[in-house]
C-alpha cells in the first residue's frame, strides 16, 4: 500500500506539495510544503516527516514538521500537529497524500501566526509520538 501511495502522490498532488523517499526505506517520508500563494505562509517552505507503522493503515502513521516549524496555533514548536486525523479521526482509508493536502490546508486557513496555547506541555517531548488521549484545539480545549 505505501508504494502504491508514493505514486499516487507523486502523480496526483497539488504543485505545493512534493514528497522525497529514500530507495532505502519507504517507510520514511519527508515532504516538503510550500506556502500558498494568497496565505500567511506565501512564500515559506515547510518540511514534514512521516514515518509509517508496522500496523498501517490501521493505525496512522507518524507525522510531525520538521525544524523550523511553522508558528501556527495547531503546530507545536517540537514540531507535533494538533490534529485529530493523526489520532482519533484517523481512518484506514485516508491516504498520505489527502493527510499532507489537509495539513496545507490547515496552514492555509490560517487567520494569524502563534502557537498552542498549551505548547509548554509538549515543547520538549519527542515529537511523532502516537496521539492517544489528546485533546484537539478544535474539540475547544
Known amino acids: ?20 523517499v529514500r530507495a532505502d526505506n519507504m517507510n520514511v517520508w519527508v515532504v516538503t510544503l510550500n506556502g500558498v500563494e494568497g496565505t500567511l505562509f506565501e512564500g515559506e517552505k515547510h518540511k ?15 507525522v510531525y514538521f520538521l525544524k523550523p516549524t511553522p508558528r501556527h496555533p495547531h503546530v507545536y514548536t517540537n ?15 485516508i491516504t498520505t497524500r489527502t493527510l499532507a493536502i489537509s495539513i496545507l490546508s490547515m496552514l492555509s486557513s490560517a487567520k494569524e501566526k502563534g502557537i ?25 480545549c
Not at 53 to 58: D, L, M, N, W
Open 1 to 20: 500500500r505505501i508504494q502504491r501511495e508514493l505514486m499516487d502522490f507523486q502523480q496526483n498532488s497539488p504543485p505545493s506539495l512534493s514528497v522525497n
Open 48 to 62: 514534514l516527516r512521516i514515518e509509517f507503522p508496522r500496523e498501517y493503515p490501521a493505525k496512522p502513521p507518524s
Open 79 to 93: 514540531g507535533d500537529i494538533c490534529l485529530d486525523l493523526l489520532g482519533k479521526g484517523w481512518k484506514p482509508q
Open 116 to 140: 498552542p496555547p498549551d505548547n509548554s506541555n509538549h515543547a520538549d517531548n519527542a515529537p511523532g509520538r502516537p496521539q492517544e488521549g489528546w485533546l484537539y484545539h478544535d474539540d475547544h
